[in-house]
């Protein structure tokens, strides 16, 4: 009799002990998800300030009817302890925000005029400036840039002033 009650109570200690590490298991796997996401996000760079320069109607054969041309001077901040890949930051522009306007021209890649400071590489704890070329509605006084992060959902909206 003792050594049947030995064996069960081994058994049970066992069954107990299994249940608690796949009860810890899931909580880690749980918890990496979670973790994952707050390490990427401390490499989120942010929209510091926007700034929008009006060149007319008219800048080097980018001309179209009812629009202006604009070049956007955004300043981005990088406070993470990492470098940031600056071609990885997707820009886009919400015009429809404050009115009815044409969609902004983009032409031959006019987002992507311009240049990053530092051969498009962020240092840690800098701040760069990003030049992109714009055509715009002539009535539309403002609209919103907005920094989309696709994978996880965020966005940061900053609205520009024309």
């Not at 956007?72 to 890949?85: C, F």
Request: with cysteine; net charge negative; charged share 25%.
């Amino acid at each position: 009799m003792k050594i049947f009650l030995k064996n069960f109570l081994t058994v049970i200690i066992c069954i107990a002990c299994a249940f608690t590490c796949v009860i810890f298991f899931v909580i880690y796997l749980i918890q990496i998800d979670e973790l994952n996401y707050s390490s990427y996000k401390m490499t989120d760079p942010k929209l510091a300030e926007v700034t929008a320069i009006s060149l007319g109607k008219d800048y080097d054969g980018m001309s179209y009817e009812g629009m202006s041309t604009y070049l956007l001077k955004i300043k981005v901040e990088n406070d993470s302890a990492i470098g940031i890949d600056a071609t990885n930051i997707h820009l886009l522009y919400d015009v429809d925000a404050y009115g009815d306007y044409s969609y902004m021209i983009t032409g031959d890649a006019a987002f992507e005029f311009g240049r990053w400071d530092r051969n498009y590489y962020i240092r840690p704890g800098e701040t760069c400036t990003l030049l992109r070329l714009i055509a715009i509605d002539d009535e539309c006084e403002k609209f919103d840039l907005i920094l989309r992060d696709f994978e996880y959902e965020d966005k940061q909206t900053v609205t520009v002033n024309l």
